[in-house]
């Protein structure tokens, strides 16, 4: 082992020798419907029992959702047109069109299904039981639940010659909704007629997984990828409708989704990270604590005990950010306010495993469970004690990351550091990104994701551009218009590359983190970047040095967590940047030009991911005059 191995290695140990890395203990798991019952007769509820009918009541009044039938349809009918579909030939745009309207109405009768059942067993109101089954009547027309047309979601894609894509997200979420929904309908509510058809549907579903994965027919199942949501989905659509028509009729078809979802459980790292990063964690995760949840009410609880799954709440926590921003690397969407939307699968989360985590941050952080049937099942768990919080930091080997932060407090200093692993996955250029918070002030933020059909996603977004990174070279122009939905140009941090980040110190003080990026470019030999920081201040140390004597001009982008126009004063040694939140010093002995921007955001609060020129931040562009063979340059931020 090289000696940089040895100190990931050390680095691992300390961190989480100073951290809890608390887990459960295996807990007694019961049906939706029973969990139901008794938060029905608990007083203590009452209000939030309340909160849970009324919601349904909302969606009870809303029209059913019906499957289209033809591009015009989609889009109508509370279905939703995926707006990617506007640049694709005319032969694809309709099958991609459907395909992604199959996984939308899933996903939404996904929440609104079992949300109407259960206050059909709460009340008994046959409002909400006539608004279900009228549902579940359009529903049993629904297969496959997922038609094909999900891979041509770029101009070129085709379908093979079979016409078939594979199952893909909608068989998840589609058949979650029908398990949860049946779950807590009161028995007998569903008609033999009705129930017929859905047994069909399910027989369907089974023998078109179990294809899939025979004939190695989508991509991730060529590719042997378990640890992607695509994976998940139609396994969960596997298990749950196996053992929705029994198990003993469906033996070798539930093994074969067993096996699958362990597989996916096994790819992810050993203390709980998960490869695409916060947001996709939410989606896939709560796909397996479904699917692990249903497997323990019918007595198999290989899924619900497992490592991944108990580790997996405190590195979920753990990207909480102060002032309400989380740590939003990979295409985890925008930051601020983005901790509120943990809600759901922090509740998913204790009730399935106990995590003290989960109901530690539910408690003390994100303002309280969810306002769903989780949520509700979550309120009547024992309480825990203010000193069940997870530790302030962390050094993550998997997910390449060091969080840190001064205390629990919304006003608090944090810290998040990336480097980069060979198995993330839907993530971005920003090996090295240094991301600041300031006793509640976003000080050194990422552009953050906006929608996948958003124009300057690659370009802004995904790109060096939109991180605070090395680039090479001045060009191209900050208005570079993407050619492609993964763009990379000469001099920007190749995707995908490994940067191993040492752990130098880490405690409650401060840290001490270096990351060797230099992978992640051509015609380098060295970009190393250390970073030190303590409750106070915050430094950085860029070495760069290019490989056999060629010279190039240094650039690196500081994205600042304000709209407002920075002061920037010039001297012999470099700058003096000055604005309401902070005070940035930029020394180098090569001499620098200092210059300022606004980039697209979606990162702070109000900005929401769309193309509007006011989703704006200001950033820094900082690069040598000349082009040089190496350089030295140190940014010391000082926060007011």
Aim: proline content about 6%.
């Amino acid at each position: 082992m090289s000696r940089s191995g040895q100190l990931v290695a050390i680095g691992c140990v300390v961190c989480f020798a100073g951290a809890s890395t608390a887990v459960a203990d295996s807990i007694p798991v019961t049906t939706w419907g029973r969990l139901l019952d008794d938060a029905k007769d608990n007083p203590n509820l009452a209000m939030a029992r309340d909160e849970l009918i009324a919601q349904a009541r909302t969606s009870a009044s809303l029209p059913i959702v019906k499957r289209a039938h033809s591009l015009e349809e989609v889009g109508q009918n509370r279905t939703w047109l995926d707006d990617r579909t506007a640049a694709l030939e005319p032969e694809i745009k309709q099958q991609f069109a459907f395909a992604m309207s199959d996984f939308a109405a899933c996903r939404l009768l996904d929440d609104e299904l079992p949300l109407l059942a259960a206050a059909y067993r709460v009340t008994g109101e046959v409002v909400f039981r006539d608004r279900v089954l009228a549902q579940l009547e359009e529903m049993t027309a629904w297969s496959p639940l997922q038609r094909p047309g999900w891979t041509l979601f770029a101009p070129g894609n085709r379908l093979p010659k079979d016409g078939m894509d594979g199952n893909w997200l909608a068989t998840g979420c589609g058949v979650r909704a029908i398990g949860n929904t049946l779950a807590l309908l009161p028995g007998n509510t569903v008609p033999p007629a009705l129930m017929a058809k859905f047994n069909s549907l399910l027989e369907a579903e089974i023998a078109g997984v179990v294809d899939d994965w025979n004939v190695k027919r989508p991509w991730f199942v060529r590719g042997n990828d378990p640890r992607t949501n695509q994976w998940v989905l139609p396994t969960e659509g596997l298990i749950r409708a196996c053992l929705l028509l029994g198990t003993d009729k469906h033996r070798e078809a539930y093994e074969i989704g067993v096996k699958n979802l362990l597989t996916a459980l096994d790819a992810h790292g050993a203390h709980g990270e998960f490869e695409e990063g916060f947001g996709y964690a939410g989606f896939t995760v709560t796909s397996m604590l479904y699917t692990a949840h249903a497997m323990a009410v019918a007595g198999d609880r290989r899924a619900i005990d497992h490592p991944f799954l108990q580790h997996f709440p405190a590195w979920y926590v753990h990207h909480f950010q102060p002032a309400g921003m989380v740590v939003n690397c990979f295409d985890a969407g925008k930051s601020f306010g983005a901790a509120e939307t943990a809600r759901p699968l922090l509740s998913l989360l204790a009730v399935c495993t106990g995590s003290p985590a989960a109901r530690w941050a539910l408690t003390y952080y994100v303002g309280g469970p969810s306002n769903d049937l989780p949520g509700l099942a979550s309120r009547a768990l024992a309480p825990v004690k203010k000193s069940a919080a997870p530790s302030l930091f962390a050094y993550y080997e998997r997910a390449t990351r060091v969080n840190w932060r001064s205390n629990w407090d919304q006003s608090a200093t944090g810290v998040w550091i990336r480097g980069g692993h060979a198995l993330d996955g839907h993530d971005h250029s920003d090996r090295g990104h240094v991301n600041l918070v300031w006793k509640g002030h976003p000080v050194l933020i990422e552009a953050g994701t906006p929608t996948y059909g958003h124009k300057l996603l690659q370009s802004h977004f995904g790109s060096s551009i939109g991180h605070n990174v090395l680039q090479l070279g001045t060009g191209p122009a900050e208005e570079v218009k993407p050619a492609a939905r993964r763009l990379v140009m000469p001099g920007w941090q190749k995707e995908h590359t490994v940067a191993p980040l040492i752990v130098h110190k880490l405690g409650a003080s401060g840290g001490d983190v270096s990351v060797d990026a230099t992978a992640g470019y051509d015609n380098l030999a060295k970009w190393n970047r250390r970073t030190v920081w303590t409750k106070s201040k915050l430094t950085v140390t860029d070495d760069v040095a290019l490989s056999d004597g060629k010279k190039e001009t240094l650039l690196f982008r500081w994205h600042l967590g304000t709209q407002d126009e920075a002061t920037i004063a010039e001297n012999p040694k470099g700058c003096v940047v000055t604005w309401p939140n902070a005070r940035i010093v930029i020394e180098s002995a090569t001499p620098l030009t200092i210059a300022q921007t606004k980039l697209p955001d979606d990162t702070l609060e109000g900005h929401d991911g769309s193309e509007n020129p006011n989703n704006a931040h200001t950033c820094l562009v900082v690069q040598s005059r000349e082009p040089v063979a190496a350089a030295t340059i140190t940014t010391r931020v000082k926060p007011h």
